[in-house]
């Protein structure tokens, strides 16, 4: 790598560094705003909001990255073009491939960045918020429910305890039980206490009754226990595959062969869907970086109105991903559509790569003239 590619490989990478921290720190702060209930409603202390914004992140950098690192290759370009580096160097014969081969280098960087996100961090990350789901659930009764309090953590759920011991044991707990309108249960019990299988929880009662109502017409059935075990996440409605996890949860062995998934059988669009944008997505910061040199790559001078080119850059990135984020929904009912996902970069990868062949740049207010004076020629006809 000569001096000039190492120059540019540096100042390009140190722009994605920074614009990815920025983008994922505007991310992690929107999450974050939007969980702060786990700690003012359900009881949990800071580190566990911090722990779930932070595990949501990787499910957002593989889209992330690419973006940062498109707007890294327009910002370069433009910062050589507006030092006439880009000027100089065309003048002593060098081409467009001399900026293209460390942003190329780049991109690949970032393709193998985003495909290990995609098939390692991301199932990582979202298996451990999983898990903290779960400890939420199981910190729910210890927690949140005060003595001599009624406490309703969802629509249809109703939990009072008259004291809770130092030893954390539930005393006098009432549990009413009516999110499932074909059958209303009321647990009542002397005594309660949380109790950890694993990664399952269980609400262990002593000493009481449920109360369970089948039909709004008949009389309701009475049990008798001495003792009693609920499963905690009972305390969330929820259909059989939820128990089951999600193909964005599963490594790609997990997604080729999910066996007797439920979640499979319900949706197996959805796995197919996953599996290929998994493989899709590392195509998008290369198709990206030639899109900014066939934008911006060309030398161009102080009279030459480089923004538009910039604006046309980022829009045709922009385009580009939200195509391939709609082809993905696409999938998911039409499996024919797969190839699309492989056919938006690759794409817009030859058309760029023709542009920068052909020495053209494409102009952005031909693009909108092109567009809109048809539209003004109708209205006056």
Same mark, same amino acid.
């Given at each position: 790598?000569?001096?000039?590619?190492?120059?540019?490989?540096?100042?390009?990478?140190?722009?994605?560094?920074?614009?990815?921290?920025?983008?994922?720190?505007?991310?992690?702060?929107?999450?974050? %705003?939007?969980?702060?209930?786990?700690?003012?409603?359900?009881?949990?202390?800071?580190?566990?909001?911090? /722990?779930?914004?932070?595990?949501?992140?990787?499910?957002?950098? /593989?889209?992330?990255?690419?973006?940062?690192?498109?707007?890294?290759?327009?910002?370069?370009?433009?910062?050589?073009?507006?030092?006439?580096?880009?000027?100089?160097?065309?003048?002593?014969?060098?081409?467009?491939?001399?900026?293209?081969?460390?942003?190329?280098?780049?991109?690949?960087?970032?393709?193998?960045?985003?495909?290990?996100?995609?098939?390692?961090?991301?199932?990582? *990350?979202? &298996?451990? %918020? &999983?898990?903290?789901?779960?400890?939420?659930?199981?910190?729910?009764?210890?927690?949140?429910?005060?003595?001599?309090?009624?406490? !309703?953590?969802?629509?249809?759920?109703?939990?009072?305890?008259?004291?809770?011991?130092?030893?954390?044991?539930?005393?006098?707990?009432?549990?009413?039980?009516?999110?499932?309108?074909?059958?209303?249960? !009321?647990?009542?019990?002397?005594?309660?206490?949380?109790?950890?299988?694993?990664?399952?929880?269980?609400?262990?009662?002593?000493?009481?009754?449920?109360?369970?109502?089948?039909?709004?017409?008949?009389?309701?059935?009475?049990?008798?226990?001495?003792?009693?075990?609920?499963?905690?996440?009972?305390?969330?409605?929820?259909?059989?595959?939820?128990?089951?996890?999600?193909?964005?949860?599963?490594?790609?062995?997990?997604?080729?062969?999910?066996?007797?998934?439920? *979640?499979?059988?319900?949706?197996?669009?959805?796995?197919?869907?996953?599996?290929?944008?998994?493989?899709?997505?590392?195509?998008?910061?290369?198709?990206?970086?030639?899109?900014?040199?066939?934008?911006?790559?060309?030398?161009?001078?102080?009279?030459?109105? &480089?923004?538009?080119?910039?604006?046309?850059?980022?829009?045709?990135?922009?385009?580009?991903?939200?195509?391939?984020?709609?082809?993905?929904?696409?999938?998911?009912?039409?499996?024919?559509?797969?190839?699309?996902?492989?056919?938006?970069?690759?794409?817009?990868?030859?058309?760029?790569?023709?542009?920068?062949? !052909?020495?053209?740049?494409?102009?952005?207010?031909?693009?909108?003239?092109?567009?809109?004076?048809?539209?003004?020629?109708?209205?006056?006809?």
């Amino acid at each position: 790598m000569t001096i000039f590619s190492r120059y540019v490989f540096r100042q390009a990478a140190g722009a994605v560094l920074l614009i990815l921290l920025s983008l994922a720190g505007v991310v992690w702060i929107a999450i974050a %705003l939007r969980q702060l209930n786990v700690v003012t409603s359900q009881g949990q202390d800071a580190w566990t909001l911090i /722990a779930m914004t932070t595990l949501a992140l990787p499910n957002l950098i /593989a889209i992330i990255a690419p973006f940062a690192l498109l707007i890294a290759a327009l910002h370069t370009l433009n910062r050589l073009n507006t030092d006439s580096e880009l000027i100089v160097l065309t003048a002593a014969g060098a081409t467009v491939w001399t900026v293209a081969r460390p942003l190329i280098a780049l991109a690949v960087i970032v393709s193998m960045g985003v495909a290990l996100v995609n098939h390692v961090g991301m199932p990582w *990350s979202l &298996r451990m %918020l &999983r898990e903290y789901v779960v400890q939420m659930r199981t910190d729910l009764l210890t927690q949140v429910i005060q003595p001599g309090r009624f406490n !309703s953590p969802e629509q249809g759920l109703t939990f009072h305890i008259r004291e809770r011991a130092l030893n954390g044991e539930l005393q006098g707990l009432i549990m009413h039980d009516t999110r499932d309108p074909k059958q209303s249960q !009321s647990y009542l019990a002397e005594n309660g206490l949380i109790v950890k299988d694993g990664k399952t929880a269980y609400l262990i009662m002593t000493h009481g009754h449920i109360l369970r109502r089948p039909d709004a017409k008949e009389p309701a059935q009475i049990i008798v226990f001495d003792k009693y075990a609920v499963d905690l996440e009972r305390f969330e409605s929820k259909t059989a595959a939820d128990n089951d996890l999600r193909p964005r949860e599963r490594y790609y062995d997990e997604l080729v062969n999910p066996g007797n998934s439920p *979640s499979f059988k319900e949706e197996p669009g959805k796995f197919l869907a996953e599996l290929h944008e998994r493989f899709a997505n590392p195509l998008y910061p290369i198709a990206f970086v030639l899109i900014a040199l066939a934008t911006a790559g060309q030398a161009q001078s102080t009279r030459q109105n &480089r923004n538009q080119r910039l604006i046309f850059g980022f829009m045709s990135g922009l385009g580009c991903r939200a195509t391939g984020l709609a082809l993905t929904n696409l999938v998911v009912v039409n499996p024919g559509a797969v190839p699309l996902l492989y056919g938006i970069p690759i794409l817009a990868s030859i058309v760029s790569l023709a542009i920068m062949a !052909s020495g053209t740049q494409p102009n952005l207010s031909r693009v909108f003239a092109g567009v809109l004076l048809p539209l003004r020629q109708r209205r006056a006809a």
